[in-house]
């Protein structure tokens, strides 16, 4: 596993800390529940697929590049969650 995602899966696991994958993953899906939840039933409209799955996209194209560093990680959850509110306002206007 430490070939594929930068990470000492083990060494993490003692230290009692998730992978950084895990830590995005988990900062994409709250984005996506929230994204659902509000757009709903606070602005009451049907998101179209690319923009239902915004967070998602942003995941997906940053794959790659986040295990490298804790920044990049950072700025990864920043994306995602900025492209969640965006596509709220968008809907929201």
């Not at 596993?1 to 000492?8: F, H, V």
């Not at 994409?28 to 799955?53: D, P, S, T, W």
């Not at 790659?64 to 920044?71: G, H, I, L, S, V």
């Not at 969640?84 to 968008?90: I, K, M, R």
């Given at each position: 596993?430490?070939?594929?995602?930068?990470?000492?899966f083990?060494?993490?696991?003692?230290?009692?800390?998730w992978?950084?994958?895990?830590?995005?993953?988990?900062?994409?899906?709250?984005?996506?529940?929230?994204?659902?939840?509000?757009?709903?039933?606070?602005?009451?409209?049907?998101?179209?697929?690319?923009?239902?799955?915004?967070?998602?996209?942003?995941?997906?194209a940053?794959?790659?590049?986040?295990?490298?560093?804790?920044?990049?990680?950072i700025?990864?959850?920043?994306?995602?969650?900025?492209?969640?509110?965006?596509?709220?306002?968008?809907?929201?206007?």
């Open positions: 596993m430490y070939r594929l995602t930068g990470t000492d083990r060494r993490a696991q003692r230290l009692g800390t992978p950084p994958q895990i830590r995005v993953a988990t900062v994409v899906a709250v984005c996506l529940i929230v994204e659902a939840i509000v757009a709903k039933n606070v602005i009451h409209v049907k998101l179209n697929v690319v923009a239902q799955f915004a967070p998602l996209w942003v995941f997906a940053c794959l790659p590049w986040f295990a490298r560093d804790k920044a990049s990680e700025a990864t959850m920043i994306l995602a969650i900025g492209a969640t509110a965006g596509v709220l306002v968008f809907y929201a206007l």
